[in-house]
């Protein structure tokens, strides 16, 4: 059985606050170092995990209604879904009228 996924949080790490978050774009853990202003203060810290968590369920939203995680490639094979489609429709604008441009 899978380990459950943690959400976003912000840890003193190596002397440095840094923010830990999921990014279903990659499908791993990435991390961010947060700046001296943003990890002196508890309420900055706390918002920045805040707007992470939000991003998370945004994306994990976005992967349930794909029906799957995201490939590297996904932007390419929508881009060459909707070229076939138009060349599909452009082949059978032909078939109807063959003068047609």
Avoid: C
Avoid at 14 to 29: A, I, P
Avoid at 57 to 71: C, I, M, P
């Amino acid at each position: 059985m899978s380990r459950q996924r943690e959400n976003a949080r912000t840890l003193l790490w190596r002397g440095n606050w840094y923010l830990f978050w999921f990014d279903h774009k990659v499908g791993k853990q990435r991390r961010r170092r947060l700046s001296k202003a943003e990890g002196r203060n508890e309420s900055t810290r706390k918002e920045a995990a805040k707007e992470a968590r939000q991003q998370e369920r945004e994306e994990a939203e976005e992967v349930r209604r794909r029906g799957g995680s995201l490939a590297y490639d996904t932007v390419l094979t929508e881009a060459i879904a909707k070229y076939r489609s138009d060349v599909e429709g452009r082949v059978s604008v032909r078939k109807k009228n063959p003068r047609a441009g």
